[in-house]
């Protein structure tokens, strides 16, 4: 099915099961501990041994020498696979470095061997034993320092994005700001590790494993052994988290296949939590500098937004300047994006990449202009909205209730209340505050199939390799099936995550919910249009409800139409350009109160509030689960997150949970997520878009502006430690 103009009236548009906040049909798998994670498929691979990953110790170099032998002969080894071992390998077209190292070194703990043994003990002790030599060369780790050689990116869609006369308007703005800001190296950390069991039979492969997108990784797979890619099958039914760290090929795959060839057995490898850091990928820090140049009256006159980041030889730079070219208007307008070579660990896609740091830095130069206007923060957003692109004003967004998101979301949290004076507002020992940020991620969708059957007990399953990371695909796809047949839930069978299945959107930028359902629709579209035929009656006039199907005054149990065996029908949802016609975006508004400990200048977030603006919301319930998520992940980036690079060495320190620091339950109080009733006929018959990396967009500045607003200090480097406050606070 193609989806070439926007979506009329459709069996969507019932809600009798979409729209509805549903259970998720996975949570008593997940809660009993049945449902199998990529390291749990004991019965289809049975016998597995154990692998254990040894990573190098260089962060850029080479390997000399690599003495294995203590560790081949230590208890219960079976092999050791090196890059001398394995064979000639590729690289995929996802993967920056190569995933196995030698001779070349390429960053901290690039894996160099596995370790495959009787058990995990076993494998772990001789990983111990094995020597390796090297030849150390000096590197690059620090952006700062690296700034000024940094490189525009070769992508084309990261080029210098010039509007109208950016240096003539700002230099003639009666109000100026020009600041920059810092965010840090981060890590996904999500709970269950990188993860993978491998099986041979003969010369085709079955991978279990922890991976958003099967497609693509079965790929590169493929590519990097050099084999068919029918002769590989991945499947990755239940994913502990991933946040874009589980998008591509990682290490722990690739050794663990390599481990089962040469051991003649499955093997199974998880990666140890510091190669999850340090061998995987992070998102890459940013510098990023703001010129914002207004009227008087407030109206933005001139907007730069220009950013660093840095990443190995041939990497990508961290997109932190999108959401700056259309979430304002401004007639003067220049972004642009520099790209350093760094020998860290490959830096990639985090939740919301680009626009999650880039709002960090943007919302809170709205802040600071605001307060050079004398305006009110909300007043002056509402000011410089717009309903086009600001670059092609022929194109205009295909829904934005931008504005209604930041006066509903001031109405709820009491914004009339808040002190406009920093440092005013106390309760006890405590400096109170309240900030707000805009919330914007753009709305993208991707090619997504499924398959649909029907049974004769009148059980509909859907087939598709789309994955769950956590974010309640399995319910959001059987409602969407359930909706188009007319059948209860409890009818619906799911199977995702199989590479033998149709290929989806799979998880990731945010179009993972609204594609795959899209895709579904699709199949079942052709469903209904088979079993209308199989009952005799007119297709374009049936309705499916109730598990009858009923047109021209003539009804039947939709089971009957599977009668005489199965019916089984495939589609694929593909987009046509409405995407080029119309700008498709999420819009939110992030408000938050934190209280500022006036004497250590510790920071307690009190409240938070979300409001989003995000198409049709096809469940409530797990939607609302995303945002929280991320409203979280948006508090640690704030206050705590920051993966801190050894400038001598080239790795992360804090390489686990222990020196890592992410939220836990008793620093997020109380969170409150409201969902506008948006439709956009645009996006897809789905009417939906996506919203869990919107819930991470602008917290970060929501909190720094709150702290400003309780404290008069104004920090412009992530994360907002007590260290970076404690010498501005205000007399007690």
Known sequence: MKFTTPATTNPIDQLK??????????????????????????????????????????????????????AQRAPGVL????????????????????????????????AI?????????????????????????????????ARETAKPPKD???????????????????????????????????????????SWSGDK????TSNQMINWSKGDLATTLGIPKDNVRLISPYIGGGFGGKLFLRAEALLAVLGAKAAGRPVKVALQRPLMINNTTHRPATIQRIRLGATREGKLSAIAHESWSGDLPDGKPETAVQQTQLLYAGPNRLTRMRLAVLDLPEGNAMRAPGEAPGLMAL??????????????????????DTT?????????????????????????????????????????????????????????????????????????????????????????????????????LSQVVVRLGDSDFPVSAGSGGQWGGNSSTAGVYAACVKLRELAAQKLGLDPTLAEFSSGTVRADGRSFPLVQAAANGELVCEDTMEYGDLDKKFQQSTFGAHFVEVGVDAYTGETRVRRMLAVCAAGR????????????????????????????????????????????????????????????????????PMKAKGVGELGICGVGAAVANAIYNATGVRVRDYPITLDKLIAKMPPV
């Open 17 to 70: 099961v979409i729209g509805h906040a549903t259970d998720r049909i996975d949570g008593p798998f997940k809660t009993t501990g049945t449902a199998p994670y990529a390291y749990e498929h004991h019965a289809e691979a049975p016998n597995a041994a154990y692998g254990y990953v040894v990573g190098a110790g260089i962060a850029k170099g080479r390997l000399t020498a690599l003495d294995v032998s203590a």
């Open 79 to 110: 092999v050791v696979v090196t890059a001398d071992t394995a064979g000639k390998l590729g690289k995929g077209k996802f993967n920056t470095a190569n995933l196995l190292g030698g001779p070349e070194i390429q960053h901290y703990h690039q």
């Open 113 to 145: 061997a596995l370790v495959v043994a009787e058990t995990f003990e076993q494998a772990r002790a001789a990983a111990q034993l094995v020597k390796p030599s090297y030849s150390k060369q000096s590197g690059s780790y620090d952006l700062a320092k």
């Open 156 to 198: 084309k869609d990261a080029a210098d994005k010039k509007v109208g006369d950016f240096t003539g308007a700002y230099a003639g703005a009666p109000v100026r700001l020009d600041a920059t800001y810092t965010t840090p190296d981060q890590s996904h950390c999500m709970m269950e590790p990188h993860a993978s069991i491998a």
């Open 205 to 208: 492969l079955t991978l279990w």
């Open 363 to 384: 919302e809170i130069a709205i802040d600071e202009m605001a307060e050079k206007l004398k305006m009110d923060p909300i007043t002056f957003r509402i000011v410089n």
């Open 388 to 488: 086009v692109d600001p670059a092609k004003r022929e194109r205009k967004f295909s829904a934005r209730r931008f504005v209604d998101c930041l006066r509903l979301g001031a109405q709820r949290f009491g914004w009339d209340k808040r002190n406009p004076q920093p440092g005013k507002m106390r309760d006890g020992r405590w400096l109170v505050g309240i900030g707000v940020a805009s919330a914007f991620r753009n709305n993208l969708v991707q090619k997504s199939g499924a398959r649909v059957r029907l049974d004769g007990k009148g059980i509909v399953t859907v087939e598709t390799d789309m994955t769950d990371i956590g974010t309640g695909s399995y319910t959001i796809i059987a409602q969407t099936a359930a909706e188009m047949l007319g059948v209860p």
């Open 617 to 684: 919301i096809l469940n409530p319930k797990s939607a609302r689960s995303q945002v929280i998520g991320a409203m979280t992940m948006g508090v640690g980036a704030a206050l705590m997150e920051d993966l801190v690079i050894d400038h001598r060495h080239g790795f992360f320190v804090n390489h686990d949970l222990a020196g890592y620091e992410v939220p836990v339950h008793a620093d997020i109080p109380h969170q409150e997520v409201i969902f506008l009733d948006e439709t956009d006929p645009v996006s897809s």
